[in-house]
C-alpha cells in the first residue's frame, strides 16, 4: 500500500468484547499487510456516549456518537461493522446496505433464516461487499487444514467431529445477560458456538449439510441478574446434533458453555478415506495430520508448527517458528477482505468468504438443529 492508497473509512457499531478484536484488527491489517485500501478506524457507534467516547480512545477511533443514522448518511465512510448482540444485527446491517455502505457483521449473522436471506439478497441488489466474522476460518493452521483436505491429502471425506467447549456458564452463580436471553440472542451455545462449528467445517471440507438431528439442554434455569433479581433462562447451555452431508458424509456437533475446565476448546477433526486431520484452538498454531504416508510400520499422527513461511498468513507477521495468536486470526480476516474490496466489481474470483450466503448456510443448519431439538426428528436442511 503506497502513501496515496484510497482510504476505507470504518464506522464500528459496538465496543465490547468483539468490538475490541474487530477494532484492534482496523488498526493493524495495514501494518502486516500490503493492501490496496489504507484502513481508518473512524467513529464508534454506541448506546451511551461517555462509554463509546472511552472505547474510541482506547481503540484508536477518531470519535464517537449515538447517532447511527448520522454515520449512515456521511458519505465519507465506506464499511459499516456490526459487532452488537445477535438481535440487533439484521436492523443495523439492512439499515447500512440500504445506505450503500459494506457491511462486516458479527456471527450468528441474523436470529432467523429468513431474516439472514433479507440480508443476503439486499446486499447483493446494492451490489456492496459484506463480510461475517467467521474469524477461525483464518488461523494459519485452519487455512492449511483447509488447502490440505481440498488438495486430497486425506482423500474424500467421510467423517466430521466438531466439539466447540466452553465453562464460563457451568457455575450457577454466573450472571444472566443477553446471551442467555432467547430475545436477545436467539440460541445459546448452539447459535454461539455450533455458529462457529459449521461455517469452519464448511469451510474446510467443502461438505454440504443435508439433514440434522438435534438435542438441547438448559442445565440452569434461571440466572442472578443484579440488585438482587433472578432472570430466567430460555436458551441452552448445550447443544448437540448429528449431521448428514450431501455425498454421504456424517458428522457428529457438540457447544457448550458449562463445561468445566474447557476455556475456549474448539476442536474440529476431519476424517477422509485415507487420513485425519485435527484441529485444537487452545494450541491453534498446530495441526495434527495423519496421511498413509511412512508406511504401515511408519505411520501416526504427526504435529505440523503452522507458523513459517508456507503457512498462510504466517509469513506476513514474524521469520519461521513465532507464533500467532486468537487476534491475528480478526487481522487476517480484515485483511482478505480489503484485498477483495480492491479487486474492484463483484464477481467470480473477487468473492470473500464467509458472505452473508455463507451465513444464510449457517443459519438454515441452526434453525433446523432448533426444530430438530423441539420436533425429536430429523429435519431437512431449508433451502
Ligand atoms: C463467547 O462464547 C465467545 O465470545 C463467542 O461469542 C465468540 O464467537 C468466540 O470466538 C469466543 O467465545
Not at 449515538?66 to 456521511?74: R, S
Not at 444472566?176 to 469452519?200: E, V
Request: charged fraction near 25%.
Amino acid at each position: 500500500m503506497s502513501a496515496k492508497s484510497p482510504v476505507l473509512n470504518v464506522a464500528m457499531v459496538g465496543h465490547a468484547f468483539m468490538g475490541r478484536a474487530h477494532g484492534n484488527a482496523f488498526r493493524q491489517a495495514n501494518h502486516f499487510f500490503d493492501l490496496p485500501l489504507q484502513v481508518v478506524p473512524k467513529v464508534i457507534v454506541g448506546r451511551d456516549l461517555g462509554r463509546a467516547a472511552e472505547a474510541a480512545g482506547k481503540l484508536g477511533f477518531e470519535h464517537a456518537t449515538t447517532d447511527l443514522d448520522a454515520v449512515l448518511a456521511d458519505p465519507d465512510i465506506h464499511l459499516v461493522d456490526v459487532a452488537t448482540p445477535n438481535d440487533s444485527h439484521h436492523d443495523i446491517a439492512m439499515a447500512a446496505l440500504r445506505a450503500k455502505k459494506h457491511v462486516m457483521c458479527e456471527k450468528p449473522l441474523a436470529m432467523t433464516l429468513a431474516q439472514a436471506k433479507a440480508m443476503a439478497s439486499l446486499a447483493k441488489k446494492q451490489k456492496v461487499r459484506v463480510a461475517l466474522w467467521h474469524n477461525y476460518r483464518r488461523a494459519p493452521a485452519t487455512a492449511l487444514a483447509a488447502r490440505m483436505i481440498q488438495r486430497g491429502d486425506i482423500g474424500a471425506v467421510r467423517q466430521v467431529r466438531a466439539v466447540y467447549l466452553q465453562d464460563w456458564l457451568a457455575d450457577p452463580k454466573a450472571g444472566a445477560s443477553w446471551r442467555t436471553s432467547k430475545k436477545h440472542c436467539g440460541s445459546g451455545a448452539h447459535g454461539d458456538l455450533n455458529a462457529h462449528l459449521i461455517d469452519l467445517t464448511r469451510a474446510l471440507t467443502g461438505l454440504e449439510f443435508e439433514s440434522v438431528c438435534g438435542m438441547q439442554q438448559t442445565f440452569t434455569k434461571t440466572r442472578p441478574a443484579g440488585r438482587g433479581k433472578k432472570a430466567k433462562v430460555d436458551v441452552d447451555d448445550a447443544f448437540c446434533f448429528l449431521a448428514k452431508f450431501k455425498g454421504g458424509a456424517i458428522g457428529t456437533y457438540e457447544a457448550t458453555r458449562a463445561a468445566p475446565g474447557r476455556k475456549n476448546y474448539n476442536c474440529v477433526e476431519i476424517s477422509g478415506e485415507k487420513g485425519t486431520i485435527r484441529w485444537n484452538l487452545e494450541r491453534m498454531n498446530e495441526l495434527e495430520v495423519f496421511t498413509d504416508a511412512g508406511g504401515k510400520d511408519g505411520q501416526g499422527f504427526r504435529t505440523v508448527m503452522c507458523m513459517d513461511t508456507p503457512h498462510p498468513y504466517a509469513a506476513n507477521w514474524w521469520p519461521d517458528g513465532h507464533i500467532v495468536g486468537y487476534e491475528h486470526t480478526f487481522v487476517h480476516h480484515l485483511a482478505d477482505f480489503v484485498l477483495s474490496l480492491g479487486k474492484g466489481a463483484i464477481g467470480k474470483g473477487t468473492r470473500f468468504a464467509p458472505d452473508f450466503d455463507d451465513g444464510v448456510a449457517v443459519q438454515a443448519v441452526l434453525e433446523a438443529a432448533l426444530r430438530s431439538a423441539e420436533r425429536g426428528t430429523w429435519e431437512k436442511i431449508a433451502k
